[in-house]
């Protein structure tokens, strides 16, 4: 059975533009995974940076009816969250960056509650990029920007993860922009895929249309 969409907000980019791209508009239902695929260095995450307001750029987004320019950017992005592609980590455990995760995601994504006492300079990249993910979530955000998501995952940890977040946004009703380069990905995730091409992002017409 799907399960239920809880009611969210659509997210919204009015003619938002920053460095060589040219502004985009688009709106992105609850529960929608945009897919945003470029060439290396076309602004996929420069874009996410504008959507996330933490670098100037013109135009406007909207959550709802929350206009970005109304909020702090701290504020705005406790709402629409950005995960880098490199994760952040400022104290020695785990555990002191994810006071509330849940230990079902934890298990969902591999990870026994012990994690939460490790050291954070042991981690690898992989583990940082999935434990990023938990901290994200757990902090009830209303919609996601992901850069890259599972580029440190081999085949089988990014399709769990992918199963995982897809179940986890279609339950929470987030909009959802996520960074992919890997085609066979765009096809398992995207509701809908937007290609940077020189200076315009556009649209992609495919099976997830
Ligand atoms: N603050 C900045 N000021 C000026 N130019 C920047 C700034 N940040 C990034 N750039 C440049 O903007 C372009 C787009 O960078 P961006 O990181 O968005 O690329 P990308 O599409 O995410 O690439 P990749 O797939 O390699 O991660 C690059 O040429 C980069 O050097």
Redesign the pocket.
């Known amino acids: 059975m799907e399960p239920r969409l809880r009611a969210q907000d659509p997210l919204r980019l009015d003619r938002l533009s920053i460095?060589d791209l040219d502004a985009v508009s688009l709106t992105l239902a609850p529960g929608k995974i945009l897919c945003l695929s470029?060439?290396?260095?076309?602004?996929?995450?420069?874009?996410l940076r504008a959507v996330a307001d933490l670098?100037p750029h013109g135009g406007e987004a909207w959550l709802g009816e929350t206009a970005q320019s109304s909020l702090a950017g701290h504020a705005w992005r406790a709402r629409v969250m950005l995960l880098p592609?490199e994760s952040h980590w400022w104290a020695d455990t785990v555990g002191e960056h994810l006071p509330d995760a849940s230990p079902a995601d934890l298990e969902a994504l591999g990870f026994t509650p012990e994690v939460l006492g490790w050291q954070v300079s042991r981690l690898s990249s992989g583990e940082k990029q999935r434990l990023a993910l938990v901290r994200a979530i757990s902090r009830q955000p209303s919609a996601l920007l992901l850069?890259?998501p599972t580029a440190n995952l081999d085949d089988a940890t990014t399709q769990r993860v992918e199963a995982w977040l897809r179940a986890l946004i279609r339950e929470r009703g987030w909009p959802v922009i996520l960074?992919a380069?890997d085609p066979a990905q765009i096809a398992r995730v995207a509701d809908h895929h937007w290609r940077?091409v020189g200076r315009r992002l556009a649209e992609e017409a495919g099976a997830w249309a």
């Open positions: 460095g470029g060439a290396s260095g076309s602004g996929k995450s420069r874009l670098e592609a850069d890259e960074v380069h940077i």
